[in-house]
């Protein structure tokens, strides 16, 4: 059974750190684009994050470029968001997938093929 399942969202306060892991189950990720999205409340799901499977370049959105960091750990078989210097505009439910990609320069889920079931992050003092 292929699974994505999310873990190290909580509190935090702003200018704190998290780290999200995304571990896979059922296949081998280091085979797939492995994206970060998120969504708040009220808002449409952002790509945060992805990084490509053929040669692990990274890919940001403005929002969090430079505060976060995607790395992929193959034996593993984990993707981590390494996330600096929280605001409160992070806080949302952070969901890892599989197969992200790249439209005029935004991380784009259009050809998701599994999600995982999200993790909560709350930036709040």
């Known amino acids: 059974q292929v699974q994505l399942v999310e873990s190290g969202g909580g509190l935090v306060q702003p200018g704190g750190s998290l780290r999200l892991s995304c571990a896979a189950s059922?296949?081998?990720?280091?085979?797939?684009?492995i994206g970060w999205f998120r969504q708040a409340p009220g808002k449409e799901r952002e790509g945060v994050s992805c990084?490509?499977?053929?040669?692990?370049?990274?890919y940001y959105a403005d929002s969090v470029k430079g505060r976060f960091t995607i790395s992929r750990d193959n034996a593993l078989n984990t993707v981590y968001l390494q996330m600096n210097s929280l605001k409160p505009e992070d806080t949302a439910v952070y969901y890892c997938?599989?197969?992200?990609?790249?439209?005029?320069?935004?991380?784009?889920?259009?050809?998701?093929?599994?999600w995982g079931q999200g993790t909560q992050v709350t930036v709040s003092s």
């Open positions: 990084i490509s499977n053929s040669d692990g370049s990274t």
């Open positions: 997938a599989t197969d992200c990609i790249l439209v005029q320069n935004k991380i784009n889920s259009d050809y998701v093929g599994s």
């Open positions: 059922g296949f081998t990720l280091d085979y797939y684009a």
